[in-house]
């Protein structure tokens, strides 16, 4: 994927765990991203950051053959891979081919990819996915101690429509009224002047109307 590269230019960082002296961060146009980018220039204001932002020119059309390419050849080999027990490389394919899958999902106009990909219980499988990666393993346990492992036909359906019960359990009473809580985190634009050659954070300028 086409990407540019946006530095600003600074001296050591010393200190903080986990920071050096030149910092590589993506996802700095997100909440997270850009909350850890004010982070560093407020603590560490003459470190070196570097961002991988998105290109302007990017056409997502140029690469979408290599990724049905990379998709079927990964996807293949993780397969073949995972039947040889061979795990130390199974997790590189999969990492590629789901990757791969990613890309096509997004950019391909095939009319039947997208068909599939937005189909209703899909999209509420991901808004879930959270929950169902959390609580499945209590669906594991309940199997185990229930005993149903002893028919080859009952674990793999239950565990589906328990998991899935407690995801959407969790997903209405717990994750949804939480995540509405977030109009009281609204991320504070961060600006960026240079002084001495060396960039230094300004404070977003406060409403001085209700003074």
């Known amino acids: 994927m086409n990407a540019d ?14 920071v050096g002296e030149n910092v590589f961060l993506t ?8 909350e850890i980018m004010k982070r560093i220039l407020e603590e560490h204001p003459r470190s070196k950051l570097a961002l991988l932002v998105r290109s302007q020119n990017f056409v997502a059309s140029k690469l979408l053959n290599r990724a049905w390419i990379l998709l079927i050849i990964s996807g293949s080999l993780a397969l073949a891979t995972e039947s040889l027990h061979a795990r130390w490389i199974v997790f590189t394919f999969t990492a590629l081919a789901s990757s791969s899958f990613i890309y096509v999902s997004l950019f391909s106009a095939e009319k039947w990819l997208q068909k599939v990909m937005t189909n209703r219980f899909l999209i509420y499988s991901g808004t879930i996915s959270y929950g169902l990666y959390l609580l499945h393993k209590i669906s594991f ?28 359990l969790s997903w209405n009473l717990l994750e949804k009224p939480s995540l509405s809580l977030n109009r009281f985190f609204v991320p504070r634009p961060i600006q960026v002047a240079a002084f001495d050659g060396h960039p230094q954070l300004e404070a977003p300028k406060q409403d001085q109307s209700n003074h």
């Open 5 to 18: 590269m946006a530095a600003t230019q600074g001296g050591q960082v010393a200190g903080t765990a986990g």
């Open 141 to 168: 346990g309940a199997v185990q101690a229930l005993h149903l492992d002893r028919h080859p036909s009952l674990p793999f359906p239950f565990i589906f429509a328990a998991s899935y019960a407690l995801a959407a």
């Open 27 to 34: 996802g700095a146009t997100g909440f997270l991203g850009s």
